[in-house]
């Protein structure tokens, strides 16, 4: 099983430099599964010479288009392909409806010469096992809420991931405010943490500052890969006890034990 990072950025990173934080799964049967679909994703998976049509599922994690304005290419290049395909969209359930009304409908919906086009005639919307769970190529996918942008009114949660492949325990921040206080049973119960990290010099307080991940435990660090990070100078991430930033094109592989 392999996870590739198509890129490693943060939503504005230039092109040249870096990818949006998009990520691909894929199973030894050739399955893949592309964790958030930005609107680089396009050009992240040309990199590895890949295109929609091997993109069998989609996870969405929240509404930024570093992670949703992706889909719509999705959804018609997929459409348009003889045969047609339909690539199957997992999503937290409070989102389906938003997502939809609020960020595909004004391009997807208009289909010609048909009737208006729903969310499920681009995706196979899967249902979520009490609004926490799904199933992919057999690994059981938690959601983990987190806070990403938060007025004081209105919250934008982002959901995170926790899954287990051949006893490896991981986590997927995706976007979060620094909370370790709600995050840590999550943070130590993994076996290797993805955390998205902020290397802007001025805090925009929506992702955690590298500064303020260093104030976690050793021990959680060790286990912490830093991504998500802002283009120019990255700081020493070894020397702090993290296991480092994440690289464009980096690949986890995640093996059976013997
Ligand atoms: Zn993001
Ligand atoms: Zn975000």
Not at 51 to 59: D, L, S
Not at 66 to 86: I, N, R
Not at 87 to 97: A, C, D, Q, S, W
Not at 215 to 244: C, V
Request: charged share 20%; proline share 5%; net charge positive.
């Amino acid at each position: 099983m392999k996870l590739i990072f198509l890129g490693s950025g943060s939503a504005f990173s230039p092109l040249k430099e870096n990818f949006q934080s998009n990520m691909l799964l894929e199973a030894p049967s050739g399955k893949r599964l592309l964790i958030d679909c930005g609107t680089d994703a396009r050009l992240s998976l040309a990199k590895f010479n890949l295109t929609h049509k091997h993109i069998n599922a989609v996870y969405i994690s929240h509404f930024h288009a570093d992670h949703a304005g992706g889909l719509e290419w999705l959804g018609f290049s997929t459409k348009f392909e003889s045969p047609p395909q339909k690539p199957k969209l997992f999503t937290h359930p409070r989102m389906i409806k938003r997502l939809w009304s609020r960020v595909l409908s004004g391009g997807l919906q208009s289909l010609k010469g048909k009737k208006p086009a729903t969310f499920s005639s681009f995706f196979k919307i899967a249902k979520l096992k009490n609004k926490k769970y799904f199933t992919w190529a057999s690994i059981r996918f938690e959601l983990v809420k987190t806070i990403h942008v938060y007025n004081g009114k209105h919250l934008l949660p982002s959901f995170g991931l926790f899954f287990e492949i051949y006893k490896t325990k991981i986590f997927i921040t995706t976007d979060t405010q620094f909370t370790p206080q709600y995050l840590m049973p999550y943070y130590q119960e993994a076996d290797i943490i993805f955390q998205d990290c902020e290397t802007l010099k001025k805090a925009s307080k929506v992702h955690p500052q590298f500064k303020s991940l260093t104030t976690l435990p050793e021990k959680i660090k060790s286990k912490m890969w830093l991504y998500h990070y802002n283009p120019g100078h990255l700081p020493h991430a070894k020397a702090h006890g993290f296991r480092g930033f994440v690289k464009r094109g980096q690949i986890f592989y995640f093996k059976k034990l013997k």
